[in-house]
């Protein structure tokens, strides 16, 4: 099982928003890929609200970037058929608008971490719990792959079962 965050232009609220960074995690560590803006995102929302959040600039996404196919061929790589987790409702929309951008569908289900909560039937003194370690483990917020990695970190302590899965191959970052 691994965890997914993407980062982006804006919030929905403040108009069209596209992915700028992603980032997977799984028991090894992180890793992420910035996304350079697709022709097709031309006159999307950009706040300087969510540039503070992140710190990513557009000068420097369209820099450092990498092309949308190519993102999405490395990280379907990456994902290699494990189940994917966000704590995020938006996520499953910013890897379909990655997706388009390559020209293809989404290559996998993003299932909300609600979800395993449910299937697992933790309380909340197992969440409590498990966040304050991972906020201890990885302090540094968002970036995809340190958000990726805190929810890995928190999914590790409450389901250490699942945490057993096969690495992710390319670990950059670690908080355990």
């Known amino acids: 099982m691994l965890a997914i965050d993407f980062e982006a232009s804006c919030l929905p609220r403040h108009g069209r928003s ?16 910035i996304i350079r803006p697709h ?15 992140h710190g990513l600039s557009r000068a420097r996404i369209e820099q450092d970037g990498l092309p949308a196919h190519v993102v999405l061929d490395q990280l379907v790589e990456a994902v290699g058929g494990q189940r994917v987790v966000a704590d995020s409702l938006i996520d499953p929309y910013w890897l379909e608008t990655l997706a388009a951008a390559a020209g293809r569908s989404a290559p996998f289900a993003i299932d909300h971490v609600a979800t395993l909560l449910d299937e697992r039937q933790v309380d909340e003194a197992q969440i409590s719990a498990a966040v304050r370690i991972a906020d201890q483990r990885c302090p540094t ?11 890995a970190c928190v999914m590790a302590q409450l389901w ?17």
């Open 141 to 151: 917020r968002h970036r995809a792959g340190s958000d990726a990695l805190w929810l």
């Open 160 to 176: 250490p079962d699942l945490a057993a899965a096969p690495p992710v191959r390319m670990p950059l970052m670690s908080c355990y």
């Open 39 to 53: 022709p097709d995102w031309a006159g999307w929302g950009w706040t300087a609200e969510a540039e503070a959040l």
């Open 18 to 33: 596209f992915p700028i960074e992603v980032g997977l995690a799984g028991a090894d560590g992180a890793r992420s890929w």
